[in-house]
């Protein structure tokens, strides 16, 4: 089963309906009316998610968009020891996240290698 995305993001389906209706003959303005969607979108799908064949493959388009999509960065508290060191000592005295990404812009008004979104607080802990 594929992973629910963000709507703003072509879903695999969309792209098995745009190889379809590819099939059928329809250019990029048809399928984006169609689909709901602008042509623009259409149009920027086709064009990096060609197959080698030359050919739309929805099902290769899906992962190139994938992995497009994945931001292989570290976590800054993965990269900043400091940082980590003082929401370890928040965390253990109970602060909630968002509490503690306060504290980090109060105490470090100028460093933002010591600003931390409470989102990130999250993921990280």
Do not use: C
Request: no cysteine; proline share 6%.
């Amino acid at each position: 089963m594929a992973r629910e995305i963000s709507p703003r993001y072509l879903s695999e389906l969309e792209r098995i309906r745009i190889a379809d209706l590819l099939a059928q003959g329809m250019n990029a303005s048809q399928i984006a009316h169609e689909l709901g969607r602008a042509v623009s979108t259409i149009s920027r799908e086709l064009r990096p998610n060609a197959h080698a064949t030359s050919s739309y493959r929805p099902f290769h388009a899906h992962a190139l968009a994938a992995g497009r999509r994945h931001r292989p960065k570290e976590l800054k508290v993965v990269t900043h020891p400091e940082l980590a060191a003082v929401i370890e000592s928040k965390l253990r005295v109970r602060w909630s996240p968002a509490q503690i990404s306060r504290y980090l812009k109060a105490t470090f008004p100028d460093d933002r290698n010591m600003h931390l979104s409470h989102e990130s607080i999250y993921v990280a802990s």
